[in-house]
């Protein structure tokens, strides 16, 4: 079945520097999303991709997907400590099935 | 709008015992889903729903049980609860139309001892 892998599992970086998640299926996606959880939270959605080769920006956060469809990244420049949580990716080949990343827990260390 | 609700917000099982997980959207989405987060760890997809009488498998659907009886409502029926069923449950909603953006509840923190 469709698995969905994100790297890296976990990201410690000092206030003021950039961050990047990288998210890989096993298969071709329709689209990507791209969810935010604070801790003891639930998942809100940042963002969708569904054109390949689509860039998108929100203020400090990049996200692009794949020209093959298959890959995405979520580039944050200048951490916050705000930015505290863990990124997932999320997404599926037609049929709504939407499954999810196994997420990036990044730390911000002020 | 109250979006997405989840009843109970925590609830205590033993083992072998049964309960129904409720969820319940008004933002007439025609797409529900449940997934389950184990401590640490991603969300697992259980089971999905495209539409009132249509429901399908996710990829851990193995001790639980769903309906979709209505628009509105999708319960998750756990029969004969294990410790490994033991997770945070997230119910989540979202319509073709509204670009496919998933809304989610507050979740549900289930033990099983």
């Known amino acids: 079945g469709q698995q969905v892998m994100q790297i890296p599992q976990y990201q410690h970086v000092q206030e003021g520097e950039d961050f990047t998640t990288y998210c890989n299926s096993s298969?071709?996606?329709?689209?990507i999303q791209w969810y935010k959880q604070r801790p003891g939270g639930h998942p809100v959605f940042l963002i969708q991709?569904?054109?390949?080769?689509e860039v998108k920006k929100q203020k400090r956060l990049t996200f692009q997907f794949g020209e093959a469809k298959k890959n995405s990244s979520l580039h944050i420049t200048a951490t916050q400590t705000t930015d505290v949580g863990t990124y997932f990716c999320?997404?599926?080949?037609?049929?709504?099935?939407?499954?999810f990343g196994t997420g990036t827990r990044l730390k911000v260390l002020a | 709008n109250a979006g997405v609700t989840q009843t109970p917000k925590f609830r205590i099982l033993k083992i072998g015992q049964s309960m129904t997980l409720q969820c319940t959207q008004d933002?007439?989405?025609?797409?529900m889903y449940w997934y389950r987060q184990d401590p640490g760890m991603g969300l697992k997809l259980i089971y999905y729903s495209v539409g009132a009488g249509i429901t399908d498998k996710g990829e851990v659907p193995n001790g639980y049980n769903v309906s979709r009886s209505t628009t509105e409502d999708f319960p998750l029926r756990l029969e004969l609860a294990a410790p490994s069923q033991t997770s945070v449950y997230f119910c989540a909603s979202s319509s073709w139309d509204r670009g496919e953006k998933l809304f989610f509840g507050s979740g549900t923190q289930l033990s099983v001892l």
């Open positions: 298969t071709t996606l329709s689209n």
């Open positions: 999320a997404g599926h080949s037609g049929t709504y099935k939407y499954i």
């Open positions: 991709l569904v054109k390949s080769g």
């Open positions: 933002m007439n989405h025609n797409y």
